[in-house]
């Protein structure tokens, strides 16, 4: 399908949705990182794929970002926004600082890294975005207001960007996850885990492997009719 682009593509969840793309074949995969470069070159040396620095909350470096991918891959026909930024803290203490850094972040980051790509795909009237949101979408979690927030913000973008882009023939998906064991989620209380979990209907939950193959779906011509939806891979948590 072209050039695909992964952010947060370094570990976990983002980590699996490279490897997957990646094993395509003629596959054309780039992704980025934040934070431990090292992990950013075995990932580049396991895979092929190439890795790119890129942090959410410089507004300039999305585009320059797309513009380094296409130098070296050709045209970017999908868009993978993973990468994110949890802080936990109930609401009455949360900070200024720390309610900024993580909607800019995960909610500002992703519509920069949305509108760099658009004017290329809209002009070439073809390409794929698939938002990476969370099961704090849609289940309150104490403790995660401004990650759920920005989460659920992302599925109102999906939604909206899908009637915006539809029409040249670029479609907008978003994937919620359920509870996935990743260095993001290392942190979370045992009492949240097992509050996102208790509704699972399959017993071997979510595997990072799972949500990826949901992302590669979404990317790929066999979703050709499907824009502006949700597709929850959480083992039947929220049925």
Same mark, same amino acid.
Request: with cysteine; charged share 20%.
């Given at each position: ?70 130098? !070296? &891959?050709?045209? %970017? $026909? *999908?868009?993978?926004?993973? +990468? ?5 803290? @109930?609401?009455?203490?949360? #900070? ?40 704090? !979408? &849609?289940?309150? %979690? $104490? *403790?995660?207001?401004?990650? +759920? ?5 992302? @599925?109102?973008?999906?939604? #909206? ?44 939950? %979510? ?33």
């Amino acid at each position: 399908m072209g050039a695909v682009l992964v952010t947060g593509g370094s570990r976990g969840l983002g980590r699996a949705i490279v490897e997957t793309l990646a094993a395509e074949p003629d596959a054309r995969v780039a992704f980025t990182w934040n934070t431990g470069e090292g992990a950013a070159r075995e990932v580049a040396a396991a895979t092929g794929a190439l890795a790119f620095h890129l942090d959410l909350r410089d507004p300039a470096r999305p585009d320059d970002l797309v513009a380094e991918v296409e130098a !070296a &891959l050709g045209p %970017v $026909a *999908g868009l993978v926004n993973n +990468a994110g930024l949890r802080r936990e803290s @109930l609401l009455a203490m949360t #900070s200024d600082a720390d309610w900024e850094a993580v909607l800019d972040t995960n909610l500002g980051g992703l519509f920069r890294c949305c509108r760099a790509v658009l004017r290329g795909m809209m002009v070439r009237r073809r390409g794929a975005i698939v938002n990476v949101s969370s099961l704090s !979408a &849609l289940h309150g %979690v $104490a *403790g995660q207001g401004a990650y +759920a927030a920005s989460k659920a913000g992302i @599925l109102g973008l999906t939604r #909206s960007l899908a009637r915006e882009t539809g029409k040249r023939g670029v479609r907008v998906n978003a994937v919620v996850p359920g509870f996935v064991a990743t260095d993001l989620t290392a942190g979370l209380p045992e009492a949240a885990v097992t509050y996102l979990r208790a509704g699972e209907c399959l017993a071997q939950g %979510v595997r990072p492997a799972d949500v990826a193959q949901a992302v590669q779906f979404l990317l790929s011509d066999r979703a050709a009719a499907i824009t502006g939806q949700t597709l929850v891979v959480d083992a039947g948590a929220s049925a």
